[in-house]
């Protein structure tokens, strides 16, 4: 498998820099009401995607374009109410319309399609699901206290509700997947991970960041370790992409132990899950399986100390509604370090929202 382009992290941060002052300019074009209602009813929008991903939109004219009745006839629906959202999705740039009047895919419409290279239509569905809508809903609640919504409202916690709901938990575990799947790629051309023989990811699920690490370092060994419920999934995975022989697939909790002897241990999106206290007893518990001098890498959005629009900035209201968790700055992430016996060297920004937290073993 080719690896992904990647632009340059620096360049994607001036683009974003550039949309912001755009964004601005366009705030104050008009006026404020109008500006406030328009970022408002952005909700309504989310919604039309999520309905069009429920549809299976995408997936019926993967095929080439469709006349609106047999759109309709495909996904099941009534044809005049989705001529209606088709035409709202059209005017957000979602799917175009055919000089003839067909309906077809554009690149926005496109990552709505299942098969997709990094498929977006998980994560519309779970944002727009009546449960994860519900949860959104509570969020003064929890700003109010504090505390997660989830546990109050369902009477038990997130990953075990998630886990009990036999559709949200697939439409989740989809959802996850899409938006790791477009960190993966930033993630391996923003570091150099040549130099470790012995590479372990902890709680690294399948192993899809791992096997991607090891298809851009030939000489390196891998550790995966997660609970042994997710493991199963792994094997099939490693050997999709070529990594099996390479791998010790080790089943346990971080909250016990972690492999030893690795020469870096990365973990992505795994600290965010956490509270400060639980945070410390996973990296207490890396730091005692690594030796003086091995190099730690968390993977998170580290909320920057600007001012602009930053995703992490709306993830972190995501893990409070949930788990009571946080998206943490970089200062944040160094007391948390020094907690735990690391040293915190660097932030290697990359082109996702995602840096790679870099420290060493103290
Ligand atoms: C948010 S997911 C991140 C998965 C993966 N690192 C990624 O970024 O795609 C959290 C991971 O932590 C794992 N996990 C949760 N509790 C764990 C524990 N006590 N010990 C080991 N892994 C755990 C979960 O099974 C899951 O794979």
């Known amino acids: 498998m080719t690896p992904a382009k990647v632009p340059p992290a620096g360049l994607v941060r001036a683009i974003e820099r550039v949309r ?10 008009v006026p404020p009401p109008a500006a406030m209602l328009e970022m408002i009813l952005g909700a309504w929008v989310a919604q039309g995607i999520a ?6 939109v995408a997936d019926a004219l993967a095929d080439g374009p469709l006349r609106p009745e047999e759109l309709a006839r495909r996904v099941q629906a009534d044809p005049d109410a989705l001529d209606r959202l088709m035409r709202a999705l059209v005017g957000e740039g979602i799917f175009r319309r055919t000089r003839d009047g067909r309906y077809a895919l554009n690149a926005l419409g496109d990552t709505l399609r299942k098969g997709a290279p990094v498929s977006i239509a998980g994560m519309a569905r779970f944002v727009g699901s009546p449960q994860h809508r519900e949860h959104w809903s509570h969020l ?3 700003v109010r206290t504090g505390e997660a919504v989830i546990p109050k409202l369902r009477g038990k916690e997130a990953f075990d509700y998630i886990g009990s709901e036999p559709e949200l938990g697939g439409i989740f575990n989809d959802a996850m997947t899409s938006v790791s799947e477009l960190a993966i790629a930033p993630v391996v051309a923003a570091y150099d991970f040549s130099r470790f023989g012995t590479i372990a990811d902890i709680g690294g699920g399948h192993g899809r960041l791992l096997a991607a690490i ?17 493991l199963d999934g792994a094997p099939d995975l490693l050997t999709k992409y070529g990594v099996a022989e390479r791998v010790r697939v ?34 207490r518990n890396v730091r005692e399986a690594a030796g003086p001098g091995t190099t730690l890498l968390l993977v998170e959005a580290v909320i920057p100390e600007h001012d602009r629009e930053f995703l992490g900035k709306w993830t972190d209201m995501e893990m409070l509604i949930g788990i009571a968790a946080r998206e943490r700055t970089e200062d944040q992430y160094r007391k948390l370090y020094q907690q735990s016996g690391f040293r915190l060297t660097r932030i290697v920004p990359t082109a996702s929202p995602f840096s790679l937290v870099e420290g060493v073993a103290i």
Do not use: C, E
């Not at 309905?51 to 299976?56: D, E, F, H, S, T």
């Open 51 to 56: 309905a069009a991903a429920q549809l299976g």
């Open 140 to 142: 003064a609640d929890a």
């Open 214 to 230: 090891l298809q851009a370092t030939p000489d390196a060994q891998g550790v995966l370790y997660d609970l042994a419920q997710v």
């Open 20 to 29: 912001h002052h755009l964004r601005r300019v366009h705030q104050r074009a």
């Open 250 to 283: 080790v089943a346990g909790s971080f909250f016990d132990s972690v492999p030893a002897g690795a020469d870096t241990y990365i973990m992505k999106n795994i600290i965010h899950d956490w509270p400060d206290d639980k945070a410390l007893t996973i990296l």
